[in-house]
């Protein structure tokens, strides 16, 4: 088995911060994603990475980077926090096709 | 593009009677399609998961087919429990080459199990 852990567990920012967060793996899985989960609106992919140094784009990039330069680990940074957001960031890792996903990382902006 | 399209929003049951959630998809390649569960303040993790039409995979109590006629993969489960209640989401990925790494994930479908 493995484990996913994401930190930190909360994130509170203000309007404008950059902000990062981090993933690491222990599956020794190729492909890692960074997912935005807000209420009624799913899933979306923000990037996700199938080797190490390697980054995709996913839907919902924009305002987003992202860092791959370990196998075992994916950051992500949100490069100007927005006002009022909140949403929590999920992060995955996967060989063929089941996706495991971590406890997450729950953001507030002031 | 791919989408999956779900049962929107809340379902509520009573303990005991059958559950059934929605799910159609469209996408250019035959694709696969899963099942993940989220409960409360957990990390989602994957229910279920199709193979070829024709094969029903089964979980806990769960099951769903993969009918590509219609495009869809609904889940259903004979009786429903009160450990039921979480959020379920549908997701394909392409069977292609290139980008198949990729899930395209429905906008959830929350359950509650009463009693």
């Known amino acids: 088995g493995g484990i996913i852990t994401q930190t930190p567990k909360f994130l509170i920012g203000q309007e404008g911060q950059k902000l990062t967060l981090k993933c690491q793996q222990n599956?020794?899985?190729?492909?890692m994603y960074w997912y935005r989960q807000d209420s009624g609106k799913g899933l979306r992919l923000i990037y996700y990475?199938?080797?190490?140094?390697?980054?995709q784009k996913g839907d919902l990039s924009e305002g987003y980077d992202a860092s791959r330069e370990k196998k075992s680990s994916f950051s992500l940074t949100v490069t100007s926090a927005q006002k009022n957001e909140m949403a929590v960031f999920l992060c995955?890792?996967?060989?063929?096709?089941?996706?495991?996903f971590g406890p997450g990382t729950r953001l507030t902006v002031l | 593009g791919d989408s999956v399209t779900q049962t929107e929003g809340l379902v509520t049951l009573t303990e005991g009677l059958p559950v059934m959630l929605n799910c159609t998809y469209q996408?250019?390649?035959?694709?696969?399609l899963f099942w993940y569960v989220q409960h409360l303040n957990e990390a989602p993790k994957l229910l279920l998961k199709?193979?070829?039409?024709?094969k029903r995979p089964e979980h806990q109590g769960f099951h769903a087919t993969l009918h590509k006629s219609s495009s869809s993969f609904h889940l259903q489960k004979s009786s429903a429990q009160l450990s039921d209640s979480a959020l379920y989401y549908c997701?394909?990925?392409?069977?292609?080459?290139?980008?198949?790494?990729?899930?395209?994930f429905g906008k959830g479908t929350k359950l509650s199990v009463k009693s």
């Open positions: 995955a890792s996967s060989i063929q096709y089941e996706q495991y």
């Open positions: 599956f020794n899985h190729d492909t």
């Open positions: 990475s199938i080797t190490e140094n390697d980054l």
């Open positions: 996408s250019t390649y035959s694709p696969f």
């Open positions: 199709s193979f070829t039409d024709n």
């Open positions: 997701a394909l990925r392409p069977n292609s080459g290139g980008s198949n790494a990729k899930l395209t």
